[in-house]
């Protein structure tokens, strides 16, 4: 049973950073690619980011503009989410999620995090 | 990007109807299209990819089609839990689009 379980979420203000993690268990997770979906309050789903199973390729949506990082830890089966400069506008829930088969679909999600980026 | 375009935005049905949502892609996603069911405050659930494969445990009444760049989701037989939002997603290209969501409710 595939379970992923994400932290770090909380509120900040405007500027400030945050670092999400995920914790994967019950799958091999150097495996997989990894992705981050996000959800503003009572909006659709958001693609954020993907890391690829060997951490070395990364891709970003247009609106991250250099400000988040994804990562990795394959010893420790987490993935991670460092926010920087955040905007009211970065407020959301944040899915941890794993990207299974070719082509690709999410299969599993954790249960989010939540980020309130305000002032 | 591609993007993904779905319709109705809202629909209203009974248990027992039957209810389609289409989702439409920019450009070509070769079948490479997902769709996902939504209920509040839970994360999103896989129910049909490539277009027309039923994910493991998903109800037989859950179906897929593509035609081009058209896509639908038809659910017959409407069951109580299956009022919720619907989204697609394409995972052809980076960064894999979703369309902005149907939501299913009971009439």
């Known amino acids: 049973q595939v379970q992923l379980v994400e932290s770090g979420g909380g509120v900040v203000q405007p500027g400030t950073s945050l670092k999400l993690s995920c914790a994967a268990s019950g799958l091999s997770f150097s495996l997989y690619g990894m992705h981050w979906v996000r959800q503003a309050p009572g909006k659709g789903l958001e693609w954020v980011s993907v890391?690829?199973?060997?951490?070395?390729?990364?891709y970003y949506g247009d609106f991250v503009k250099g400000r988040f990082t994804v990562s990795r830890d394959n010893f420790k089966d987490t993935l991670y989410l460092q926010m920087n400069s955040l905007r009211a506008e970065d407020t959301a829930v944040y899915y941890c999620?794993?990207?299974?088969?070719?082509?690709?679909?999410?299969?599993?999600w954790g249960q989010g995090t939540l980020v309130i980026v305000s002032s | 990007d591609t993007q993904m375009t779905q319709s109705p935005s809202s629909l209203s049905a009974s248990v027992g109807d039957s209810v389609t949502i289409t989702c439409r892609a920019s450009?070509?996603?070769?079948?490479?299209l997902n769709w996902y069911q939504q209920k509040p405050g839970r994360a999103p659930k896989l129910l049909i990819y490539t277009a027309i494969n039923l994910q493991s445990g998903v109800p037989s009444r859950f179906s897929g089609s593509e035609s081009g760049t058209d896509f639908t989701l038809t659910i017959s037989s409407l069951q109580p839990e299956d009022f919720a939002t619907y989204y697609c997603?394409?995972?052809?290209?980076?960064?894999?689009?979703f369309g902005q969501g149907t939501r299913l409710e009971i009439k």
């Open positions: 999620v794993r990207s299974f088969g070719t082509p690709s679909r999410y299969d599993s």
């Open positions: 890391i690829w199973p060997d951490g070395n390729t990364k």
């Open positions: 997603q394409q995972s052809y290209n980076l960064p894999f689009t």
């Open positions: 450009q070509s996603v070769s079948g490479y």
